[in-house]
């Protein structure tokens, strides 16, 4: 696991890299809020430490936000109130779709994919014996 959590932040630190070339532009932001989860899980734990990396290398304030997961980190990308969050995959596929019986039809464009932290598995809703 070390290992694999190693190669992630190395791969976003190049993704930042990139990004901080921008960073004397005059509308560089002032400071980033960055969606987390709810305080104790897993991606509460990465985001704290996620934003204590882009804080230093960004030279400005990234702030964890104590989120209720997946599907609000979505909404908040959307309004604007966070510039980076951490979701699932397959809930950001039915985000970017509008086809999530939350997303009302809504298709959310403003997230852009920068890493996945892990596989997330998934599940088929198949029952056995049956065929499509």
């Not at 002032?30 to 204590?52: M, Q, R, W």
């Not at 400005?60 to 951490?86: F, R, S, Y």
């Amino acid at each position: 696991m070390p290992r694999i959590l190693s190669l992630v932040f190395a791969v976003c630190l190049l993704a930042i890299g990139a990004i901080c070339v921008q960073a004397g532009s005059p509308d560089w932001p002032k400071s980033i809020t960055l969606a987390t989860a709810s305080p104790g899980g897993v991606y509460y734990i990465y985001g704290d430490e996620l934003a204590k990396i882009l804080t230093e290398k960004l030279g400005i304030p990234v702030d964890p936000l104590p989120t209720q997961g997946t599907l609000h980190n979505v909404k908040l990308i959307e309004n604007g109130t966070a510039q980076i969050a951490m979701i699932t995959m397959g809930v950001g596929l039915e985000a970017w779709n509008g086809t999530g019986d939350w997303a009302h039809g809504q298709k959310n464009r403003q997230m852009r994919a920068m890493f996945p932290m892990y596989d997330t598995p998934l599940w088929s809703t198949r029952k056995p014996g049956v065929r499509r």
